[in-house]
């Protein structure tokens, strides 16, 4: 086969692997009323989806509508013969350090599904929204999941080896707050024996498997029996970790109980927005959050929960159909192992007459760095010439072609620089080598780099011996089928980041690409330069480049997110103004908006607050009636000062911050039975956030160990 035809031939592989992967990863099947009583039907969820939401009005923690909301939960469940009781109670949550304190009073619903003894297996999912959206995503699909799940478990009236219950929090949103007050329960607490929260960052897209418990080895066994389609990867635990996010999940896994964690996450530009409504919510990812699950409970209730208990595995699903998996213990001792092999395999490859050792051992690299390189310049470009810091917002496709044409073209020049196997042993060498890395410092990303490699190892190991070792017939099908496997793994990588992230995070989609087409390297290797090819993928990635400069960064289906926020204060001696509009954006405000309502950045936009930069402009007074704090109290120890504070808000308070500097040295907050102390390694500035109506007149205990005047 000639050059150019494989060039193209492999072009179109690639094309239609990262489509299969698109396909594989997107949520096709539904199901309707009429299904069987026992099966998780879309269609039923939705219905109920309706009934809960109402209005579809925001319904944040405390606020009229979030009641209106418990209210119609409750009779959900009454319907359908469950009982359900409320458990209010007032808690204070500072899970992520002390910069932000969040309190307030939040009533739960807890509901007996399927009755028993011992400790219960808890579906979980919250009911309160953000204020400026309805949350039909985030995460009433979740409520509406468990009420189907709830459902169709009674249909099934299995014997169960333990009790269900559904547990309905308040407060996610705020502060993890309804979670928190459970777990602060000592009987309620004492009931749990694992959990399966269902939660959303979107509106579509694949239900992801994207968090466990500790110790996740058979948890991840029992998903993988008990579920149609596989959507997971440990990577996704391993990322998570590092993130500044968490759902109620977070505080049960702190406290030991074995977990699962679901959401779906892509269409992300309508999450906690106006935008997160029924009908932009994809009955498709309805169906696959249910059947994750219904599956998972049904495979719980026939699982003791001491087989449960066991090592960490590292694992990656692949198209949805398959879950390889390994302990994570094995993961360096098997990336090793293949390393090994690969170099063997290496040795015994019949050297070429051509070729220099050391081009070749650079051109994973060159690809690489070119791969990113390219990320970074096309992006400075399209930036620069809208003016925008995420220009492919709303119509990401011109730039994605950019970069797969860009990224193909750079995989057909350094294909120039190597022979067959020079090409084959330094991708797979390099690819083993960086699983050994991996394994030994982030285990969760091990599979992206082993597993492939692992396949490679055999094959190449079976044909380098072969007629005509890897440039022979058999050696070119080993290369190919390598290949295919390394394409399969990192792109569907790709399409993952950029549902999660965009193209905003460009690296998220020319590193996976690097590493998959290094792989492809070996097959393009040829005595033709390819250079009518590489002009016209230049010239594609040309064309998308030039057409992503000149297409908006926003539409009407997906517009630019701003907060404006009316700010009002008393005289204080620092602060600029006593009325304002305030205008929070991750970008500069259009201009349009600017230059109509006059808006200027400001470095401290919040005082007082401590909230950093934003827009302002200058408001006439709306006549509301400012909080006040009064010192009830000061006492002092031989190290320490309390003091006493009372909050005041007006009737239509919603909640009250309280900013602490971080001159005072906090080292405590009692409020309302809450005592929250500070770690010591504690140094910063505290805001306290009160968020339920009652907290407008509050009485809050501070142990400082500094200066108090601030």
């Given at each position: 086969m000639s050059g150019a035809w494989r060039v193209w031939i492999l072009a179109l592989v690639a094309v239609g692997v990262w489509w299969l992967c698109g396909y594989a990863s997107t949520p096709h099947k539904t199901v309707d009323a009429s299904a069987p009583a026992t099966a998780f039907s879309s269609a039923r969820a939705d219905d109920t989806l309706g009934r809960v939401l109402g209005p579809e009005k925001p319904h944040p923690v405390s606020s009229a509508e979030n009641a209106a909301v418990r209210g119609r939960i409750l009779k959900e469940f009454a319907a359908l013969g469950v009982p359900a009781r409320t458990y209010q109670a007032f808690t204070c949550n500072a899970w992520r350090g002390f910069g932000y304190v969040a309190c307030a009073t939040v009533i739960d619903i807890v509901a007996e599904v399927v009755p028993g003894q011992g400790k219960a297996i808890v579906m979980m999912a919250h009911y309160d929204s953000v204020p400026a959206g309805p949350g039909a995503s985030d995460d009433e699909s979740g409520v509406a999941t468990v009420l189907e799940t709830t459902r169709a478990l009674k249909a099934a009236n299995a014997k169960s080896l333990h009790p269900v219950i559904a547990l309905i929090t308040d407060g996610e949103e705020a502060g993890l707050l309804g979670a928190n007050a459970f777990l602060q329960n000592a009987a309620l607490k004492a009931r749990v024996g694992a959990v399966v929260n269902v939660e959303a960052r979107g509106t579509k897209g694949p239900s992801l498997l994207f968090q466990t418990s500790p110790g996740d080895g058979r948890l991840i066994d029992l998903y993988a029996a008990h579920v149609p389609t596989l959507a997971t990867s440990s990577l996704y635990a391993e990322i998570y970790k590092y993130l500044p996010n968490d759902t109620d999940l977070t505080l049960f896994i702190r406290d030991g109980f074995p977990s699962f964690n679901f959401a779906f996450a892509d269409n992300v530009r309508y999450y906690h927005s106006p935008f997160d409504l029924r009908r932009n919510l994809d009955p498709a990812t309805l169906q696959m959050h249910g059947d994750n699950l219904l599956g998972v409970v049904s495979g719980l209730e026939q699982t003791d929960y001491a087989a449960l208990k066991g090592g960490n595995d590292v694992y990656m699903s692949v198209l949805g159909v398959a879950l390889p998996r390994i302990a994570s213990s094995w993961a360096l001792p098997l990336a090793i192992a293949v390393f090994i092999v690969l170099l063997v395999a290496t040795l015994l490859a019949p050297a070429e007459a051509e070729g220099s050792t050391w081009l070749a051992a650079l051109m994973p690299l060159a690809l690489l760095f070119g791969a990113?390189?390219?990320?970074?310049?096309?992006?400075?470009?399209?930036?620069?010439?809208?003016?925008?810091?995420?220009?492919?917002?709303?119509?990401?496709?011109?730039?994605?072609?950019?970069?797969?044409?860009?990224?193909?073209?750079?995989?057909?020049?350094?294909?120039?620089?190597?022979?067959?196997?020079?090409?084959?042993?330094?991708a797979w060498l390099w690819m083993s080598g960086l699983g050994i890395v991996v394994a030994a410092t982030l285990p969760g990303l091990s599979p992206y780099f082993v597993f492939p490699s692992l396949i490679a190892a055999v094959l190449l190991l079976a044909t380098a011996r072969a007629p005509g070792g890897w440039t022979g017939t058999w050696g070119q099908i080993a290369l190919f089928v390598s290949a295919l496997g390394a394409m399969i793994v990192w792109i569907a990588l790709i399409g993952s980041g950029e549902t999660l992230m965009g193209l905003q995070l460009h690296p998220l989609f020319t590193i996976p690409a690097a590493f998959a087409m290094m792989t492809v390297v070996p097959l393009l290797v040829s005595r033709e330069k390819h250079s009518i090819s590489v002009f016209i993928f230049d010239a594609i990635a040309l064309v998308g480049l030039i057409v992503a400069c000149f297409m908006p960064a926003y539409s009407k289906e997906s517009p630019r997110r701003i907060d404006l926020i009316y700010f009002q204060n008393d005289n204080g001696s620092h602060w600029i103004a006593n009325t304002a509009w305030k205008a929070k954006s991750a970008e500069p405000l259009p201009e349009a908006l600017q230059n109509a309502g006059g808006f200027k950045l400001d470095n401290d936009a919040y005082p007082g607050l401590g909230m950093g930069d934003g827009y302002t402009v200058s408001a006439s007074a709306q006549g509301f009636t400012l909080p006040t704090a009064t010192v009830v109290k000061t006492e002092k120890s031989s190290a320490v000062r309390f003091v006493t504070l009372t909050l005041h808000g007006s009737a239509n308070t919603d909640g009250m911050t309280l900013y602490i500097p971080k001159a005072a040295k906090l080292r405590g907050i009692d409020l309302r039975g809450q005592h929250l102390v500070v770690p010591p390694d504690w140094s910063g500035a505290t805001r306290l956030l009160c968020v339920s109506r009652d907290c407008r007149d509050e009485t809050v205990k501070l142990t400082l160990a500094g200066d108090t005047s601030g």
């Open positions: 990113i390189a390219l990320g970074f310049g096309f992006a400075i470009i399209v930036r620069l010439i809208t003016g925008m810091p995420d220009p492919t917002y709303a119509y990401p496709a011109p730039m994605r072609i950019a970069l797969a044409a860009g990224v193909w073209t750079i995989t057909m020049l350094v294909s120039r620089m190597v022979t067959v196997r020079g090409a084959a042993a330094s």
